[in-house]
């Protein structure tokens, strides 16, 4: 056995080097990092100037848009007015006495008479509702209130035979023509 003994010391790692940083190695890399920085403001730009266009074009189309739809609205107000004015125009006349008339003779064989008579009634004659006392001055004659409700009864029926005779007349005749 015989070999030596051996002293193991310890010794300290090395000491690491101190780093510093240093500005991009060559110029090109500088030149390259300045164009990149140029090439986004100039994209950002062309995105806000497109942008801008496209609001704009949609803005004017809208307009333009807006203006072909009044024309047309115009149009149509107008053509409706013209069917309202025909409308207005027809109708006046369809109640025309003399067509009234004409209908009459032609499709109904009637003619104006030769003579008119009225029917006159007397005031006594004209019956009460019932429930209701006819009161008869010593003359003979009905009171004020009974003389006025039979005025307004008989007024009321020669209302309503006029409405009816114009029904009859003017009625389906009046329509026969625009159908």
């Given amino acids: 056995m015989g070999a030596a003994a051996r002293k193991i010391t310890r010794t300290a790692a090395p000491a690491r080097p101190a780093l510093k940083v240093v500005r991009g190695g060559s110029r090109r890399t500088r030149t390259r990092a300045a164009a990149l920085g140029t090439f986004r403001l100039v994209?950002?730009?062309?995105?806000?100037?497109?942008?801008?266009?496209?609001?704009?074009?949609s803005l004017a189309a809208s307009a333009a848009e807006a203006s072909i739809d009044a024309w047309e609205l115009r149009s149509e107000v107008k053509a409706e007015r013209q069917v309202g004015r025909t409308l207005e125009a027809d109708r006046s006349a369809l109640a025309s006495p003399s067509r009234i008339e004409e209908l009459a003779c032609q499709t109904l064989n009637m003619t104006r008479p030769a003579q008119v008579c009225y029917l006159e009634m007397p005031a006594a004659a004209v019956a009460a509702s019932p429930g209701e006392d006819v009161l008869v001055?010593?003359?003979?004659?009905?009171?004020?209130?009974?003389?006025?409700?039979?005025?307004?009864?008989?007024?009321?029926?020669?209302?309503?035979?006029?409405?009816?005779?114009?029904?009859?007349?003017?009625?389906?005749?009046?329509?026969?023509?625009l159908r």
């Fill in 43 to 57: 994209a950002t730009c062309m995105v806000i100037l497109m942008m801008a266009g496209v609001v704009r074009v």
């Fill in 137 to 177: 001055d010593d003359v003979g004659t009905e009171s004020a209130p009974v003389r006025e409700a039979a005025q307004l009864v008989v007024a009321t029926l020669a209302d309503l035979a006029a409405s009816e005779a114009e029904v009859l007349l003017v009625g389906d005749m009046g329509l026969g023509t």
